[in-house]
């Protein structure tokens, strides 16, 4: 279903296609213990994470994820003028099962694009790993130029920065009071950022990018949704920030999620529910700015990145 492309706004050569890779969420609960598997590589996890991840799941009514990425490859078919595909990493429609279709449908040449900003071996490593697997089974004749990263491009910071700063007019505005800033990204092992990883400096310098541009002179930058494993993960937490605050004296934060760009259960859950409660315990009340989801300046940042790499390729091939 999700692996059908999207109707460009005109008539462009069918060789091209743009290719949205993300991480995929099953829609309906009973899908989640073999969605677990798929991200876990087939290792299980212990019954009681098993379940409590469904508990999240049914608190949030399921995840968006899919109609929010289906959302945003239309919106940018509609700006590129080129089809746009999406695959899954974890759930359907899986990468393969797009790259298959593509090939059917005979594409040649795509742009591949990660729904996530910034570069971890742990994410987008192994999004690289899956679609050139699938390309070399199903498609061996499709020329793909994976972008690594875009953690700064000028469009996504300001497309951060509308959402942040709405929130931030928004909550002052309802306290009358100076709130403070935690941007957040997704957590990592502690293992792949001592190996050299770039993931953490990517996400720090996204939040500082948009903090300058909003003239935020101090914030901070904390990792949440931290796995249910015991290595350890990458700090700050959201809570120990949240706790540092409350002990100055502050009742309100506001939580912008730098690391995502689509609602789904590491925001309606971990922030929406997990830390607003836990704030609440400790006398702070916790906002948090809007996703990017279909935003028109977000898709005016993917069209750019993505229109860029199809022209710097096609010069190169001419």
């Given at each position: 279903?999700?692996?059908?492309?999207?109707?460009?706004?005109?008539?462009?050569?069918?060789s091209?296609?743009?290719?949205?890779?993300?991480?995929?969420?099953?829609?309906?609960?009973?899908?989640?213990?073999?969605?677990?598997?798929?991200?876990?590589?087939?290792?299980?996890?212990?019954?009681?994470?098993?379940?409590?991840?469904?508990?999240?799941?049914?608190?949030?009514?399921?995840?968006?994820?899919?109609?929010?990425t289906?959302?945003?490859?239309?919106?940018?078919?509609?700006?590129?003028?080129?089809?746009?595909?999406?695959?899954?990493?974890?759930?359907?429609?899986?990468?393969?099962?797009?790259?298959?279709?593509?090939?059917?449908?005979?594409?040649?040449?795509?742009?591949?694009?990660?729904?996530?900003?910034?570069?971890?071996?742990?994410?987008?490593?192994?999004?690289?790993?899956?679609?050139?697997?699938?390309?070399?089974?199903?498609?061996?004749?499709?020329?793909?130029?994976?972008?690594?990263?875009?953690?700064?491009?000028?469009?996504?910071?300001?497309?951060?920065?509308?959402?942040?700063a709405?929130?931030?007019?928004?909550?002052?505005?309802?306290?009358?009071?100076?709130?403070?800033?935690?941007?957040?990204?997704?957590?990592?092992?502690?293992?792949?950022?001592?190996?050299?990883?770039?993931?953490?400096?990517?996400?720090?310098?996204?939040?500082?990018?948009?903090?300058?541009?909003?003239g935020?002179?101090?914030?901070?930058?904390?990792f949440?949704?931290?796995?249910?494993t015991?290595?350890?993960w990458?700090?700050p937490?959201?809570?120990?920030?949240?706790?540092?605050?409350?002990?100055?004296?502050?009742?309100?934060?506001?939580?912008?999620?730098?690391?995502?760009?689509?609602?789904?259960?590491?925001?309606?859950?971990d922030?929406?529910?997990?830390?607003?409660?836990y704030?609440?315990?400790?006398?702070?009340?916790?906002?948090?700015?809007?996703?990017?989801?279909?935003s028109?300046?977000?898709?005016?940042?993917?069209?750019?990145?993505?229109?860029?790499r199809?022209?710097?390729?096609?010069?190169?091939?001419?």
């Amino acid at each position: 279903m999700g692996s059908t492309p999207l109707k460009p706004r005109v008539e462009v050569r069918r060789s091209w296609a743009v290719l949205l890779l993300a991480h995929g969420a099953p829609e309906r609960l009973e899908d989640i213990p073999e969605y677990l598997r798929n991200v876990r590589g087939g290792r299980p996890l212990p019954e009681p994470a098993v379940q409590e991840i469904i508990r999240r799941y049914h608190l949030i009514g399921g995840s968006p994820l899919l109609a929010v990425t289906r959302q945003q490859a239309a919106a940018l078919a509609a700006c590129l003028g080129h089809p746009v595909y999406f695959g899954m990493r974890n759930w359907k429609p899986f990468i393969a099962d797009t790259i298959r279709t593509m090939a059917a449908d005979g594409v040649g040449r795509a742009v591949a694009l990660c729904l996530a900003p910034q570069n971890s071996r742990t994410s987008i490593g192994r999004y690289k790993e899956h679609l050139f697997d699938a390309v070399e089974k199903h498609a061996p004749q499709m020329e793909v130029d994976f972008i690594e990263s875009w953690h700064n491009h000028p469009l996504l910071i300001q497309a951060f920065l509308e959402k942040v700063a709405m929130a931030r007019a928004r909550v002052g505005m309802e306290t009358r009071a100076s709130v403070p800033v935690v941007f957040t990204g997704h957590s990592v092992p502690e293992k792949t950022i001592q190996d050299g990883d770039p993931y953490a400096e990517q996400v720090r310098e996204t939040a500082r990018l948009v903090a300058e541009a909003m003239g935020l002179e101090e914030y901070r930058v904390a990792f949440q949704s931290q796995g249910m494993t015991a290595e350890a993960w990458i700090g700050p937490t959201v809570e120990s920030e949240i706790d540092e605050l409350a002990a100055q004296g502050h009742r309100h934060v506001l939580l912008a999620p730098v690391g995502f760009v689509a609602d789904h259960v590491e925001i309606l859950y971990d922030i929406d529910i997990h830390f607003r409660e836990y704030g609440k315990g400790r006398g702070v009340t916790v906002h948090r700015s809007d996703s990017l989801n279909d935003s028109a300046l977000f898709i005016k940042a993917l069209t750019e990145i993505v229109s860029g790499r199809v022209l710097a390729w096609a010069s190169r091939n001419e």
